[in-house]
């Protein structure tokens, strides 16, 4: 099974957007710019979110026929990572809440390998455009720690995603979570702590694999869970250093916004000596109730 990182622009992200791989690498145009990586060192950096994204798609099993929805998400890696899974007699939907990234992929789809035919919606996963039971399996990679739950809580989200689940039918997530130090996890906290500050989203965050565990099993039926081991990606941390700084930090009172740029100061400082230290995650799976096992 061929797989490439199929977007091969480098941009730089948004500053604050370090998180997990799938958002801060590639953008769609071409050419590479600003990148900070040598040709050899960019094919080992993508050759590892290859490998990243297949240790997490190969968790699923065999899903080859089935009518999949990845929610929280829409990277190029994943999509294509699954349509290959699944295979001709299934199909791949892709929900994402962000339509720039929706419509980045779109504009990549016709360069990809994609065996299952692939939709791309923009939507909320707590109010995902489908019909009850118009999937055989929902799998999330690295959206619970982004969710919003300032107005709705994470379980309302399982609660949603479940129901585009037939019954007998799988919900599988996976996340980061805080077992073993990580730069990353400083850098995820300060994305949050700066979402907070600016626009009053409340982001769950990365905790303790027992706090997801717990949210699948109010919902689902038999559910089983892993934690794997940090994954490296090589070079990660000279992307991660190429950001640029903010030049302003809008809505923020002065010296919310010094201690901010204290703490973001200190994380490359970390950065620059360590690297840019992974979390461990937790993928976690159930059964939507109903179903003939
Ligand atoms: C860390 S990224 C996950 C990246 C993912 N692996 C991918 O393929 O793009 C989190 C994603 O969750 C999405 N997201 C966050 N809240 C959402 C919501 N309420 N509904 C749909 N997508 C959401 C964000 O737009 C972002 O694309």
Do not use: C
């Not at 890696?77 to 929900?95: F, I, K, P, Y």
């Not at 789809?109 to 692939?118: E, K």
């Not at 379980?155 to 990580?182: I, K, M, N, Q």
């Amino acid at each position: 099974m061929d797989r490439v990182a199929p977007e091969r622009t480098f941009t730089s992200p948004p500053w604050y957007l370090t998180r997990l791989l799938a958002t801060i690498t590639f953008m769609t145009e071409g050419l590479y710019r600003q990148d900070p990586l040598t040709p050899e060192e960019r094919e080992e950096f993508e050759d590892d979110l290859v490998s990243f994204s297949d240790r997490g798609l190969d968790g699923l099993g065999d899903v080859s026929g089935l009518e999949v929805l990845y929610a929280g998400g829409s990277s190029l890696l994943w999509v294509e990572g699954l349509s290959q899974r699944v295979g001709e007699h299934g199909s791949v939907t892709a929900l994402d809440a962000d339509e720039e990234r929706v419509e980045a992929t779109r504009e990549n789809l016709a360069d990809a390998d994609l065996p299952a035919p692939v939709r791309l919606v923009a939507g909320d996963v707590f109010r995902p455009p489908f019909g009850p039971g118009s999937f055989d399996l929902v799998y999330s990679a690295g959206l619970f720690h982004e969710l919003d739950v300032s107005e709705r809580t994470a379980e309302e989200a399982l609660l949603a995603l479940a129901s585009v689940v037939r019954p007998g039918g799988r919900v599988a997530t996976e996340d980061f979570v805080d077992t073993v130090p990580a730069a990353q996890l400083e850098d995820e906290k300060l994305d949050a702590d700066l979402a907070l500050a600016s626009s009053g989203e409340s982001l769950i965050g990365i905790g303790a694999p027992g706090r997801i565990v717990a949210l699948h099993e109010g919902v689902l039926s038999d559910v089983w869970w892993r934690v794997s081991r940090p994954f490296r990606i090589r070079h990660l941390d000279k992307v991660v250093l190429a950001e640029p700084e903010p030049a302003d930090l809008p809505g923020l009172p002065p010296e919310v916004a010094q201690g901010w740029r204290r703490r973001r100061e200190a994380l490359r400082e970390r950065v620059g000596r360590e690297g840019y230290t992974r979390p461990a995650t937790v993928y976690v799976e159930g059964t939507v109730a109903g179903g003939r096992r």
